[in-house]
């Protein structure tokens, strides 16, 4: 459905562009001063508390397994049939409450951090937000997803996590038996991933030790994540946006999502590949071995280097981490690639298909002519494959980092874009109205009389 609104929006843009009309929406931003940074950032802080207490309520819904409400971090329960239950509908009109409620904060905030006056106690307020959500988001009880210990996981096993049929992982050090020794899905990430967790995680302990130690690695990854924003020389306001997102936290850190680590990679290429494209090229590289279609977004880290050798390192950046996945990865990555192909077709519909092409065709223009669009952020992270989910939308930070004002309205939006693509709190009605609204608005625009030419200033 996200790739089918996506479709519906470019098509309605185009439509008023050809039609006369104005590009874009773009927001004026009201200066609050200091005050506004303090409430955004309560805001901010209460909000994202308040999801994770609408998380863990849908976590402990004793309609779900019992299992799952027996994990040591409770995990939610995914399945289509939810999306028509009464209950998980609230639950999800809060999650989406909250969602808009963060995105209204994130555009006070921004708006507010432009004075020049009180900006060091405006930035302590930040950290200090930032820190809360921190805390509240490492000690989370409760998931959104099972993902943390399909990652727990994969590190008993490494590079063993790759097969062509579901997984029987020993874990004996677990107190939830069932769980661990049950079947689990074949691994899809890169080779360095699996070594990297099997290195973090392999000395065995509680469940509950080993995904602790995963949203801890990760709040360290995200830590570096701003360090690289700030070398990037990104405006603070900006830096902000992301430092107290209540995306990043709920993803990467409380659901321990591996993404943040592929992200890191690339813009620390980025950052480096100005004066050592070499060092870029590793950078890119090592993304891929995390997670195979960042290999694309070797298009965006040498943007500032002439044409000829900006498409040479490209080319050998993304082919280099598409070869060093299969020769490291070998035969059973190839087996896990060829289930997941079975059981859940990548490219499954046909506006999926459309917006594949689109993001790839924009990642092209950006390689050859420097040119980053916010059609582009949002068309990025349907390159997953499959389901649109939540954590892909940082996919597009490497990307759209390189136009700040146009990242900072994709970071104010990212809470909702966040949530119509939460499967756990997917709500039909609104996938039905969105698209009649986008019809309407279509339809709006088809009968709106051509607005006249404006009249020539020259005599």
């Not at 309205?409 to 698209?435: D, G, K, N």
């Amino acid at each position: 459905m996200y790739s089918l609104v996506l479709l519906g929006c470019l098509i309605l843009t185009w439509m008023r562009l050809r039609r006369g009309g104005s590009g874009p929406f773009v927001p004026t931003f009201r200066n609050w001063g200091l005050r506004g940074v303090a409430a955004a950032g309560v805001a901010l802080a209460a909000l994202f508390a308040a999801r994770l207490a609408l998380v863990y309520l849908a976590d402990l819904d004793p309609r779900g397994p019992a299992w799952l409400r027996h994990l040591p971090i409770v995990a939610i329960r995914d399945q289509h049939d939810y999306w028509y239950d009464p209950h998980r509908q609230v639950l999800a009109a809060a999650v989406g409450l909250t969602a808009v409620g963060s995105g209204v904060a994130l555009y006070v905030l921004y708006g507010s951090l432009q004075s020049r006056r009180r900006r060091g106690a405006a930035y302590a307020v930040v950290t200090l937000v930032a820190l809360l959500m921190s805390f509240a988001a490492v000690t989370a009880p409760g998931v959104g997803t099972t993902d943390p210990y399909l990652y727990a996981a994969y590190g008993e096993l490494g590079l063993g996590a790759y097969s062509a049929v579901p997984l029987h992982v020993p874990c004996a050090a677990s107190t939830v038996q069932r769980w661990c020794s049950g079947p689990k899905l074949p691994a899809l990430y890169g080779p360095l991933y699996l070594a990297y967790v099997h290195a973090l995680l392999h000395g065995g302990g509680p469940i509950l030790l080993r995904i602790q130690l995963l949203r801890l690695s990760n709040l360290c990854w995200f830590a570096l994540l701003l360090v690289l924003l700030r070398t990037l020389q990104l405006p603070g306001p900006v830096i902000a946006l992301v430092a107290v997102n209540p995306v990043v936290y709920a993803q990467y850190i409380s659901d321990a999502h591996n993404d943040v680590i592929a992200v890191s990679a690339t813009l620390a290429a980025i950052a480096a590949a100005p004066r050592w494209p070499f060092a870029g090229f590793l950078g890119g590289v090592a993304a891929a071995l995390v997670k195979l279609p960042f290999a694309l977004l070797a298009a965006v880290i040498f943007l500032r280097l002439p044409l000829k050798r900006r498409l040479s390192w490209t080319v050998a950046t993304a082919a280099s981490g598409i070869a060093l996945t299969l020769v490291w990865g070998g035969l059973p990555y190839l087996a896990s690639v060829a289930y997941y192909r079975t059981y859940y077709p990548f490219f499954s519909n046909v506006p999926q298909c459309c917006v594949d092409v689109i993001a790839l065709g924009l990642l092209l223009v950006a390689l050859l002519r420097r040119r980053i669009s916010l059609a582009g952020a949002y068309a990025i992270p349907a390159l997953g494959a499959g389901p649109t989910y939540p954590w892909y939308a940082f996919w597009s930070l490497p990307y759209i980092v390189w136009e700040p004002a146009t990242f900072a309205l994709y970071l104010i939006a990212l809470p909702v874009t966040a949530f119509l693509t939460e499967t756990p709190f997917q709500m039909p009605l609104l996938w039905v109205a969105i698209p009649l609204a986008l019809l309407g608005l279509a339809i709006r625009e088809l009968v709106r009389p051509t607005p006249e030419p404006s009249p020539s200033v020259v005599g």
